[in-house]
């Protein structure tokens, strides 16, 4: 009691508490929102910025939860450690103390998240924000306390905040051994302020208000932390509100940078709150979607946001896009891989940058061979040197950027690691020299790491798309060596991969043994999930094998993993075999998608739209995934099927929102990362370079456009997609069943070349040619209008 009134009295000579502090919703309050369904208020939300982020349940708590560190990925993190295991608040009265963890609602927004509670018994409503600013290691927490009863409130209000400074996964690798964490009142400037006993990671926190006490004690978390708090007599009068704002600001390098980041947080809210918002909304007006299908349209705009939450900054490592929040927040080769020809579409270009510069860096200076990473987490490590498809896809997604860009100082500087890349799978990896490499691909099953089709298929676009690079550089000689066996590896794999009696092509070629061993685990998988008609493909395939062995390795269809559909995504797939692979996908898949396994899938295909029940030990067993779904989207594209591609992306939509209002998460659809890099690739692939048909080249000044739109939409535009120093905006309607396209350019004097098939057209800004049943229409002007007559 001693030490409270001496509080008071230093407090009252304190003057340097934030005046005027911004409310948030009144800066967000014509921002998007999306509010959540109150059967998931008990499960994770986030709230990101690209220095820290913020997980806890959307009902306000802070449980324990993930597995990568287990029950430690949630919190506020601040890579590479962590800052706070949660926070909570307490509103004590005459009669009773309340802790705010049963929110009665969750509303998410592009920059921001809100709590709601409600206080019957005392006639008290409360909202609670936080928000993660860009470029600042902190948080802010804001509490509006709203009094509706008839008479004054007395109240007190106790914020309490759970330190953990531990490192991030595998820390003890670079000599990150967390210790104790000590917790001191600064009297002077009446701040809370964290210190691990032996590292220099520290956090620094205090409101916008003068606390009237304040007191520390053992964190209620595993770890070691330690918990504080700050207690505020608060009078409230009838029909009015009591805002506060908290500033928690952090560091891994010292205090001195934790109060930095405070004192910025403190005096620059609004500024910082401001910058973020309309970031946001440049983010939505890039390649802005406009189409019949609302919820498909809301969806895609959230993506961009989705996208932007990702993004990971760690000044000392670099900067690049994580996979998913919780559990993967960190950097992938192939997530990236996949994920940032999405981001290049939809304009966001320096994550893109900074991504590949990152993971090009780090994969030369631990593999040196061209070799490109799996796994690495925020602080330098490499758990994983790299699965065997990361390479190929490595040099498609190098070209993919070029063809937005069109800078050839970008392909200067990584096509050596292609090369050399190339040459490691053609060598090292090729045991047989059948132009297979062997061992892992995009399917971590165990067994599972001879030849498989992925990384065929991966390998042979890889070969042509690094042909095309070496033209564009001049080296005509590899070029042509590598366009020769990017043609033969298209011919083996529509040959030796493909299975007549499945309709499909195989998920790998390897040996009986090989092949016998993945069989029997896949029974014991099959039979434990309850699939008996699994079960029975199983042994019926294992009787075969065993009356008609081979010596020599051979295709094997056993999982029907969702793989076997990348020859049609790339589309190198003969189109007779395609379409009989396209028409036997169907069967693995349920009203969300495509099973990441197909011996997974129910008997009936799925017909309930219901959450997925997952194993209490993480796993994607039984899995229907968003990339799967997008890979059969592009396939489906590919061979001329817009309405089938758009019935996947509608699959994948039903995933939007159903937990956490805003996102998708990985697993459809309600498991594993609640946000997810790659959703973007089964997205905006579909949408902006099939549907809309946008091909950008754009070191010629050249972008053609070979639309396929689905039947269902009788309008669609596509405004503002950025094509290097370009941007193109492509406006679609029917009309009495007939198409109607506008075109328009910012620059004039680039080639615009649209493909239509052979019809009546009248043209205005253009000229035609006909060219084997196709409409040619070439303009340079910046408007381009294409009316079809009959």
Known sequence: MKRTILLIIFLGFFTGYSQNTPVIFEILKESPAIKGKTEYLDSPF???????????????????????????MGGLWNHPIKLLDGFEAEIISDSDTITLDKAISFTNYPVAGKQDFELKGLGIEIERWQFIPDDIQGAVVQYKIQNNAKELKELQFVFKAFSDLRPTWLGERTGMKDAVDK??????????????????????????????AYDSFSSKYQGLGKGTSLTYNLTIPANFSETITFFIAGSYNSVSESLKNFRHLEKDLEKEIIEKRDHYAKLAAKSKLSIPDKRLEQTFEWLKYNSAWLVQEVPEIGTGITAGIPDYPWWFGVDSEYALQGYMAIGQTEPVYNTISLIDSVSNAVNGNGRIIHEMSTNGVVFNKGNINETPQYASLIWEVYKWNGDKEFLRKYFPTIEKGLNWLMTEKDANANLFPDGFGMMEIHGLDSEMIDVAVYTQKAFDDASKIASELGQDQLSIEY??????????????????????????????????????????????????????????????IIKNPSEKSRPFVLHHNWVVNTPMEMNIADPDKAKVALKTAEKYTNPFGVFVTGIDRDETAGTEETSFKGSEVFSYTGAVMTLPTGVLAIAENNYGNPDKALDYLKRMSKTFSYALPGSMYEVSPDYGMITQAWNIYSYAIPIIQQFFGIQPMASKKKITIIPQFPSEWNYASLENVSVGPNSISIHYKKVNGKLNLEIEQEKEGWEIEVILPEQDYRISGGKKEVDKGKIRIITGSSNLKIEQQN
């Open 183 to 212: 917790a001191l009142f600064n009297t002077n400037e009446a701040y809370w302020v964290y210190k691990d006993s032996v590292n220099p990671w520290s956090l620094v926190y205090r409101a916008d208000k003068e606390a009237n």
């Open 483 to 544: 366009s020769k066996l990017a043609a033969e590896l298209k011919e083996k794999i529509n040959t030796e991969f493909w299975s007549e009696e499945f309709g499909s092509y195989a998920d790998f070629i390897g040996t009986d043994d090989q092949a016998l061993r993945l069989v029997e685990d896949a029974i014991v998988r099959a039979d434990t999930l309850d699939k008996p008609w699994s079960v029975k493909e199983l042994q019926q395939l294992k009787e075969h």
């Open 46 to 72: 986030v709230t990101a910025g690209n220095r820290s982020y913020l997980v806890g349940h959307q009902d306000g708590s802070f449980p324990e939860i993930g597995w990568h560190i287990k029950g430690e």
